[in-house]
C-alpha cells in the first residue's frame, strides 16, 4: 500500500474511535448528571417531607418515565443508611428483614432469587435498599454493604460526596459484567470542606445506578454507521498493571489499534477504548 493510503486508513479508525469514545462519555456524563438529580430529588421529597411523598410506587412510576434521561444506566436504587442500633424499629416498620447479598457463590448468582436470600449477620451498618426502578427490583431489602464492589463504593462516595464508580464486576441476576455509580444522600447541604467524619454523620442514604455494560455499549454502537468495520474494546485501567476488559465485540481484528482515552467523571478511575479494524472477509 502507498504511504499516503495508509497513512489515511490510521486517521480514519483514529476518528472513528475517538467519536465511539466521545459518545460513550457523553452518554455516561448526561446519566450521571440524572442519577445525581434523582439523589436530590430522594432528599427533597423522601426525607424532606413529612410523610414521605416518594414510596416503591412512586420511584418505580418515576424512573420508568425517565429512562430516556439515563441512556447508560438499566437500573437505579435508592439505600438507606440504617446503624445496628436502628435495625430492629426498621425491620418492623418496613415488615421485612435485611438480607445478605449472595455473591461468592457463582452459582447463586446465575438463579439467583431473592426468596432465597438469608437476613444479613450482624454488622455495625446496613445499606438496605427501599426504593428500586422495576428493572432492579430483585435488590430491594439487599445490604449493599454486603457486597465488596458495592461497600467501597458507598464508603468512598460518603466519604467524599462525589458521585463514585466501581471497578467492573459481575452484577446481580443478569452476571453481566457491569459498574455501579453511586450518590450520597446528606441531612443538609455540607460546605466543599466538610471533613469524611462530618459527611458520615450526616449521611442518610446512597442513590446508586448500574450500567450493564455488554448489552448498553452494544446497543450505543449499534446506532453508529460504519460498525461493521470497526472493533471496539472498553478497559478499566485503574490499575494499569492489571486492566480489566469491560467490554469486547467479540471479533477477529487487523494489528491497527488506536487507543482513545475515555473520562467516566470519577477522577480515581480510568478507561480506555480499543479500536481495531474488522479482518477484511
Ligand atoms: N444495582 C444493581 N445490580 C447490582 C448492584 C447494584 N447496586 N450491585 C450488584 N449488582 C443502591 O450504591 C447504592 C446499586 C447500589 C446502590
Known amino acids: 500500500m502507498h504511504a ?4 489515511r486508513r490510521i486517521e480514519n479508525l483514529e476518528n472513528m474511535c475517538d467519536e465511539r469514545a466521545r459518545m460513550l462519555q457523553d452518554q455516561f456524563n448526561v446519566s450521571m448528571n440524572h442519577v445525581h438529580a434523582l439523589a436530590i430529588l430522594v432528599s427533597t421529597f423522601h426525607h424532606g417531607k413529612n410523610p414521605s411523598a416518594i414510596d416503591q410506587k412512586t420511584f418505580e412510576d418515576f424512573t420508568a418515565r425517565t429512562t430516556f434521561e439515563r441512556p447508560l444506566m438499566s437500573g437505579v436504587a435508592y ?3 440504617v446503624l445496628h442500633s436502628e435495625r430492629e424499629l426498621f425491620e418492623q416498620k ?3 428483614k435485611i438480607k445478605k447479598m449472595e455473591t461468592e457463590d457463582q452459582s447463586l448468582v446465575h438463579d439467583y432469587n ?3 436470600l438469608q437476613p444479613s449477620p450482624v454488622q455495625d451498618e446496613y445499606a438496605p435498599v427501599i426504593f428500586s426502578q422495576e428493572t432492579v427490583k430483585h435488590i430491594i431489602s439487599v445490604d449493599m454493604m454486603s457486597g465488596k464492589e458495592d461497600r467501597d463504593n458507598i464508603l468512598r462516595s460518603r466519604a467524599t460526596g462525589k458521585g463514585a464508580l466501581t471497578a467492573p464486576f459481575p452484577l446481580l441476576k443478569s452476571n453481566h459484567l457491569g459498574v455501579v455509580l453511586t450518590f450520597t444522600v446528606y441531612k443538609y447541604d455540607l460546605p466543599p470542606d466538610a ?3 462530618e459527611r458520615i454523620e450526616a449521611t442518610l442514604g446512597y442513590l446508586g445506578a ?3 455494560v455488554p448489552s448498553l455499549v452494544e446497543r450505543l454502537l449499534e446506532q453508529l454507521a460504519s460498525k461493521q468495520k470497526i472493533v ?6 485503574t490499575n494499569h498493571t492489571y486492566p480489566t476488559k469491560m467490554y469486547d465485540s467479540d471479533v477477529i481484528a487487523s494489528d491497527d489499534l488506536h487507543i482513545s482515552n475515555i473520562d467516566f467523571g470519577d477522577p480515581t478511575r480510568k478507561h480506555v477504548m480499543h479500536c481495531r479494524f474488522k ?3
Do not use: N, Q
Not at 499516503?4 to 497513512?7: E, F, N
Not at 471496539?232 to 485501567?237: N, S, T
Open 232 to 237: 471496539v474494546r472498553l478497559y478499566d485501567i
Open 210 to 212: 448500574s450500567f450493564d
Open 195 to 197: 471533613t469524611p467524619e
Open 94 to 96: 418496613l415488615g421485612w
Open 4 to 7: 499516503d493510503v495508509v497513512a
Open 114 to 116: 431473592p426468596e432465597k
Open 79 to 81: 439505600a438507606l443508611k
Open 279 to 281: 479482518h477484511a472477509p
